[in-house]
């Protein structure tokens, strides 16, 4: 987590339940602002969705976003993360729904057999207050 500022660290942990506003561009330009439920692997912001959607075809078209994850007790206290796409995965994608499910409460989850992982390299992180 070395691109997050340290004071800034505690929004990614699981129990902090913060949601990512995450920015995506289709190959035209057009921009898209997804919230999303989303978990960290080491240095990497882990989301996910299903390829249906108009969120996938934009980060296959073109990988680099930018999100923001707001501290759910200060929305005025957030994180500003660009980064880049490097994995797009089935591969545990139900698995990590599911935890995704847990951790945000939601008993229903997203469900659905067609999930993917996206993995998120950090490349730049300002923490804004």
């Given at each position: 987590?070395?691109a997050i500022p340290e004071s ?122």
């Amino acid at each position: 987590m070395s691109a997050i500022p340290e004071s800034f660290r505690d929004l990614l942990l699981p129990q902090t339940r913060a949601f990512v506003v995450l920015h995506t561009q289709s190959a035209d330009g057009d921009p898209l602002m997804t919230p999303m439920w989303f978990s960290m692997d080491g240095d990497m912001l882990l989301l996910n969705s299903t390829p249906t959607t108009r969120k996938h075809k934009n980060m296959l078209a073109n990988p680099n976003i930018r999100c923001l994850i707001f501290d759910p007790g200060n929305m005025y206290r957030y994180l500003d993360i660009t980064g880049t796409v490097i994995d797009i995965s089935q591969e545990g994608a139900n698995a990590h729904n599911q935890l995704l499910a847990e951790k945000y409460d939601w008993d229903d989850g997203t469900f659905g057999d067609n999930r993917v992982i996206y993995r998120v390299r950090i490349d730049r992180a300002k923490g804004v207050e």
